[in-house]
């Protein structure tokens, strides 16, 4: 499944108008196919053009594979099971970039430990299933990022809408460690504490100061350490 998916990424970049440099069972096979091979293959440091002829042919001879496995499959497979391919093949490849720890499978394997049994009713090993939770954790992450973003209707009415992106709250670290800043013409507070990466209203309550407080020149802030 996982090499039918790269045949088609190939070939989806393939445009129509695109020099014929073979054929096989009547389907075309062409310069612009043969590059976006050489470019993965080669890492771009080869174009069609510039291999030998006994290259060229070994390749025409590789891509004839793929276009044949692509058209046949095409052919036996139908809509449905090319959709459920489609959509099996991106949502391992969006998992991919979900970090799972290992205390998260660890806990998944306990809550679900009764349903991992063999036929003989005995309990899998966690080693045995942990590779197949960790993506089962990693696909659900992803499909609830996505859902995050959905908006369905029923009926004519809202029933979930995209969640909003929550701002991350600006704070004072609370390990007491701190530096000094020595106000300069021209500092304002929200601009100090803008450039310490906390709130102005933290900036206020570290210095005991309050909403009418003035800075002066020379006057010492506490900020958090860098």
């Not at 196919?33 to 060229?56: I, M, P, Q």
């Not at 099971?81 to 660890?106: H, M, P, S, T």
């Not at 709130?199 to 002066?216: C, E, I, P, W, Y």
């Amino acid at each position: 499944m996982k090499k039918l998916m790269v045949i088609f990424a190939l070939l989806a970049t393939v445009g129509l108008s695109a020099k014929t440099i073979a054929t096989v069972n009547g389907y075309s096979i062409d310069e612009k196919e043969a590059n976006a091979f050489l470019k993965v293959a080669t890492k771009g440091k080869v174009t069609y053009k510039r291999l030998r002829k006994k290259d060229k042919i070994s390749l025409i001879e590789r891509l004839a594979v793929d276009k044949l496995v692509l058209k046949t499959a095409l052919k036996e497979i139908k809509k449905k099971e090319q959709e459920n391919i489609i959509a099996g093949f991106w949502l391992r490849k969006k998992a991919a970039k979900y970090k799972v720890k290992d205390q998260e499978v660890k806990d998944a394997y306990k809550k679900n430990k009764k349903y991992f049994k063999d036929k003989k009713g005995k309990n899998i090993p966690f080693e045995k299933v942990k590779e197949m939770i960790k993506n089962s954790i990693a696909q659900k992450k992803a499909v609830a990022k996505m859902m995050d973003k959905a908006k369905i209707v029923m009926d004519g009415k809202v029933i979930s809408k995209p969640k909003k992106a929550k701002k991350k709250k600006k704070t004072v670290s609370t390990n007491g460690e701190h530096s000094l800043y020595e106000v300069k013409s021209g500092n304002t507070l929200s601009g100090i504490a803008n450039k310490y990466s906390i709130s102005t209203k933290a900036l206020r309550k570290m210095n005991g100061m309050t909403d009418k407080s003035v800075l002066k020149i020379g006057q010492k802030l506490k900020v958090p350490a860098k």
